[in-house]
């Protein structure tokens, strides 16, 4: 049974006459019976009784008016919320980002977000890069701030650079120098996150370029583990970019190949081919426009990376 015939049946049973019902549609007298007789036999029941001119609601009719009214109810309800989704206003965004992305950009960026949008709910997801472009293509957050670029059919708009960096203990030989190579850390004992966050693949990936296997001690899901590690003395730390350093933090230096900068491009990943509400997409605009000016590694003087994805864009001065 239709909407329409659901508010015809309501007018007719307020006014219990259906020239005056169907004069306040606008609507024919002969189509609003029509329609009565079309939800009686769809029904199975008779909702009107009609005697001579005058119309009577049946005891069936009297209940399914009232259910009619929760139901008339719940559409405008529902009309209501869709309109202020639709209009940005309200709504769920459920975002999707590794621990350090989180702490170092997502966390700049929506307090003033939430202000501009104060009716807005927040849903935070963390993990690695890899398996947060996974969960926007299940559908499960609307937005990943990864290292993957669109290679997996998701629409991405460029960030900021993310570069692999090396945390030195304290007296170590290579804190003289301005970066570290790969090929050095051959006889290094190394302090490594899982391998689901991009950073390590790209320094797995570089390793069997250079053809050196260092001794791993740890491999964590915490890089300010790693670097509470390296305070200890117990080896260097890779580290990506986006960890947010606090004071009296181990020296840090750039993690190179043959002179170039390990690294890539941070997007923000969303799937086009699913409805996109206008807050995921002023949330993306935020984003864009807060590591136009600022984003975490900033200070390491991004020039050419080794591995970039096909979409780039200048490094922000």
């Given at each position: 049974?239709?909407?329409?015939?659901?508010?015809?049946?309501?007018?007719?049973?307020?006014?219990?006459?259906?020239?005056?019902?169907?004069?306040?549609?606008?609507?024919?007298?002969?189509?609003?019976s029509r329609?009565?007789?079309?939800?009686?036999?769809?029904?199975?029941?008779?909702?009107?009784?009609?005697?001579?001119?005058?119309?009577?609601?049946?005891?069936?009719?009297?209940?399914?008016?009232?259910?009619?009214?929760?139901?008339?109810?719940?559409?405008?309800?529902?009309?209501?919320?869709?309109?202020?989704?639709?209009?940005?206003?309200?709504?769920?965004i459920?975002?999707?980002?590794?621990?350090?992305?989180?702490?170092?950009?997502?966390?700049?960026?929506?307090?003033?977000?939430m202000?501009?949008?104060?009716?807005?709910?927040?849903?935070?997801?963390?993990?690695?890069?890899?398996?947060?472009?996974?969960?926007v293509?299940?559908?499960?957050?609307?937005?990943?701030?990864?290292?993957?670029?669109?290679?997996?059919?998701?629409?991405?708009?460029?960030?900021?650079?993310?570069?692999?960096?090396?945390?030195?203990?304290?007296?170590?030989?290579?804190?003289?120098?301005?970066?570290?190579?790969?090929?050095?850390?051959?006889?290094?004992?190394?302090?490594?996150?899982?391998?689901?966050?991009?950073?390590?693949?790209l320094?797995?990936?570089?390793?069997?370029?250079?053809?050196?296997?260092?001794?791993?001690?740890?491999?964590?899901?915490?890089?300010?583990?790693?670097l509470?590690?390296?305070?200890?003395?117990?080896?260097?730390?890779?580290?990506?970019s986006?960890?947010?350093?606090?004071?009296?933090?181990?020296?840090?230096?750039?993690?190179?190949q043959?002179?170039?900068?390990?690294?890539l491009?941070?997007?923000?990943?969303?799937?086009?081919?699913?409805?996109?509400?206008?807050?995921?997409?002023?949330?993306?605009?935020?984003?864009?426009?807060?590591?136009?000016?600022?984003?975490?590694?900033?200070?390491?003087?991004?020039?050419?990376?080794?591995?970039?994805?096909?979409?780039?864009r200048?490094?922000?001065?």
């Open positions: 049974m239709e909407m329409r015939t659901v508010s015809y049946f309501i007018e007719v049973a307020e006014a219990l006459n259906f020239s005056s019902a169907a004069t306040k549609l606008g609507l024919s007298q002969s189509a609003i329609q009565v007789r079309m939800m009686e036999d769809e029904l199975g029941l008779r909702v009107f009784d009609r005697v001579g001119r005058k119309v009577f609601l049946t005891p069936a009719g009297h209940d399914l008016l009232q259910r009619c009214y929760e139901v008339r109810k719940g559409m405008d309800s529902l009309t209501s919320r869709a309109n202020e989704l639709a209009s940005g206003t309200q709504g769920v459920r975002i999707g980002a590794t621990p350090q992305t989180l702490e170092s950009v997502v966390a700049r960026v929506l307090p003033h977000f202000r501009e949008h104060p009716d807005l709910a927040i849903s935070l997801v963390e993990n690695g890069s890899s398996k947060l472009a996974q969960a293509e299940r559908g499960e957050i609307d937005i990943a701030v990864s290292a993957l670029g669109s290679d997996r059919g998701l629409k991405s708009r460029t960030l900021f650079p993310l570069v692999a960096l090396v945390a030195l203990p304290e007296g170590h030989p290579f804190a003289r120098r301005r970066s570290v190579e790969v090929a050095d850390l051959a006889d290094e004992c190394v302090l490594l996150l899982r391998k689901d966050f991009m950073t390590r693949q320094f797995d990936g570089a390793c069997q370029v250079a053809h050196v296997s260092p001794l791993v001690m740890i491999e964590s899901a915490s890089p300010h583990c790693l509470a590690l390296v305070r200890s003395g117990l080896g260097l730390a890779i580290v990506p986006t960890v947010r350093f606090e004071k009296g933090h181990p020296r840090v230096l750039p993690l190179t043959k002179g170039r900068q390990l690294g491009w941070m997007h923000a990943l969303w799937d086009a081919r699913r409805y996109t509400p206008p807050p995921v997409t002023h949330f993306i605009e935020a984003l864009v426009k807060h590591t136009e000016t600022d984003y975490p590694g900033k200070s390491f003087r991004v020039g050419s990376l080794l591995s970039n994805p096909a979409a780039r200048t490094p922000p001065s």
